[in-house]
C-alpha cells in the first residue's frame, strides 16, 4: 500500500484556459490509469488487520491529534486511552465520509449543469467515482472499529441536504467548502503518515489510499478556483475574499471538533474541550497550520487583501502560505 503514496499531481502552477483543459484532461486520465477499490486494494480480512480492544497502537499521537497530546489524555489510564483513540478514529472517518456524500451529491449537481463538450462533466465524474469509494472504505472501518459514533455534529447533519444546492447557485462557494473539508481530513492523514510508525494496518491503508486520490481532488479544486475566481468583479471578488476564511473556520469546527456524545461517553470536562478545541498554544498551531495551502490559494486567487487578512486572523487561522503544495510544516524556514 505505501505505493500508493507516490502518485502527487503537479499542476500547481496558475493556468490559462488552454492550461485548465489540459490539467482537466491530464487528471481524468490519472482516474483512470491510477485508482484504487477498497475491497481490492486493501486486505480487510488479513490477519494484521484484525481491530482488538487492547491494542496499543490505537492511542492517539501526541504529535499529531489535539486530544493525544492534551494533559488530561495523557493522565488517563492506558485502557481509556485506547478506547477513546478508538472512537476518534472511528469518528473522524464517519466525518469523512458524510464529508464525501455531501461532495458526491454536489458534484453531480454541478454536473448536472455543465454542457456538452465540457471536459469538467468527465472529471468531476470521475471524482464522484471515487469518492463513492472512500465511503465505503470508511464505513467499512468505522464497521471493524465496532464503535457506534454519530460523526458530525447534528446541526451539519440536518442541513448536509441542502448544502449540495451551492455546487449550482454558489459554486465557487461550494468549491471552497470542498476545500474547507478535504484540507483538514488530509492534512491530518498526512501528519499521521509522516510522523507516525505504529499506526494500526487498518488506519494506515485507509489513510494512504485516501490521501492518494485525494492529491487529485484537491488539484482539481485548487485549478477550478484559480481558473474562475479572476474572472469575477472587483465587489465579487471582495465579498470571495470574506467567504473564503470564514468557510474554511465553519468546517474546520466540523471535521476537527467531536460531537457532544463523545464527551458524555468518556466523562471529558468541558473545560478539557474548550483547551484542546482551541485555547492551548499546540492547538491553536495545528489551526493555523491546516490552511497553509489555502492560504496560498487565496493569494495566487487575489482574494488576500487587507480586510480578509484581518478576518484571517481574527478567525485564528491566519500564518505564513505554504510555498507548494502540501508542504510539509517542517520545511518551513
Known sequence: MTDVLRYVPEHDKATTDGDYQQVLEDLSAASVHRNFDPYLDIDWDAPEMAVISHDRRWILSYDVDPIGR????????????????????????????????????GLMQYSFKLDN???????????SKEECNHTLMFQELVNRIGMDVPGAKKFYRRISMFVPLASTIFPTVFFFGVLGGEEPIDHLQKDFL??????????????QLHVAEEARHISFA??????????????????????????????LGAIMVPPRSFRREFDIPDSVMRDIFWRSKESKRVRRNVFGDVRMLGDQCGLMNPVSRVLWRALGISGRSSRFRSEPIYTAP
Request: hydrophobic share 40%.
Open 222 to 251: 485548487h485549478h477550478h478556483l484559480r481558473e474562475t475566481v479572476p474572472q469575477k468583479g472587483p465587489v465579487q471578488r471582495f465579498i470571495l475574499s470574506l467567504m473564503l476564511p470564514l468557510t474554511m473556520r465553519i468546517l
Open 70 to 105: 492534551s494533559a488530561w489524555y495523557q493522565a488517563q489510564p492506558e485502557d481509556t486511552q485506547i478506547a477513546i483513540g478508538m472512537w476518534r478514529q472511528a469518528n473522524v472517518a464517519k466525518v469523512g465520509l458524510q464529508f464525501e456524500s455531501i461532495l458526491i451529491r
Open 194 to 207: 509522516r510522523t507516525t510508525d505504529d499506526l494500526h494496518p487498518a488506519m494506515a491503508a485507509v489513510m
Open 117 to 127: 463538450g465540457d471536459k469538467q462533466f468527465r472529471y468531476t465524474t470521475h471524482e
